[in-house]
């Protein structure tokens, strides 16, 4: 592009335009907004975004397998959409160093399957994550959004708006977000499992018009039921806390008992070692059979013949 100084919005989407060199807008300093959408890139070189002033970029449609590595040259970016991509993991290293993001869409993705711990944990201003419509996402890491605000009473926890619905999610744990700090929060439309693990969703504060499509995929019988209006006795966790009781018992007899039998084990060759020592025989003692004995010797003949008789 030749220079355009006060160009500040570029939208070049939906054409066929697959490779991109770095240079291309090198010149465009007041660029905020880019849409590079269904361009049949595959691949973007590094700096290709080092403009200073880009806020807002769309590279939805694509054919990315993994977030470009090349968009930590926008170091300014506040919005990013790379939705219907065939990418199949999000993991921390996705959106890396993108700290000023506050939105990201990630929606229609086909082969979305699931979302590794720390992902979203770069993101310090992040008020608004789109992850939905994605028809295999089922895994989302109970760390997707780092363990910070878990640690700190009060961190710094900014996300306002999260939408998860019409994706392929069977269980969400309560200690992935904090749940009250969230203004919006979509679940409709996943195959939720109505059992112990997803009982929070009961009681969590959502909005009314997000409660109609919230349903059970399992068990079998209640599936389409509203998980709010589900039998009670389908959350119950007594049943998981006696599991989880009985387990660590049976681990720490386990324990005791092999420690015991090293322990005993211990002192049976320890005392078997002393008793060899004492014979002589074992232990790392010298073999007697080879020591030479020394007699001292007499000069006076007369003291060697009464040692004689």
Known sequence: F???PSLQK????????????????????KLHFLDMSAVGAHFLPEDIF???????LILAGNDFDEVPSALRSAERLNSLDIS????????VASFFKLKELEEIYVRNMADLESV?????ASQENLRALHLHNNPKLKEFDVDAFGIFWKLVKDGNWTLRQLHLQDNAMEFLLEDTAPWEKIEVLDLQGNP??????NAWMRTVDLRQELTARLRCGSPAKYEETS????????FECHHVEEDMDEYPRENVHAAVLSLLIVAVLGMAIVLLCVIRRRQGRFCGRPNRNGSVYYVKAHTNPMDAADNHF
């Open 2 to 4: 030749h220079p355009l």
């Open 10 to 29: 570029l939208r070049i989407g939906h054409n066929p335009l697959r490779y991109m060199d770095k240079t291309w807008f090198a010149k465009l300093h």
């Open 50 to 56: 080092h403009m200073t002033d880009l806020t807002q």
């Open 84 to 91: 219907d991509n065939p990418i199949g993991l999000l993991t």
């Open 116 to 120: 590794e711990s720390d992902t979203f």
């Open 192 to 197: 939720w499992a109505c059992e112990c693990t």
């Open 227 to 234: 998980l709010r209006d589900a039998p009670e006795e389908l």
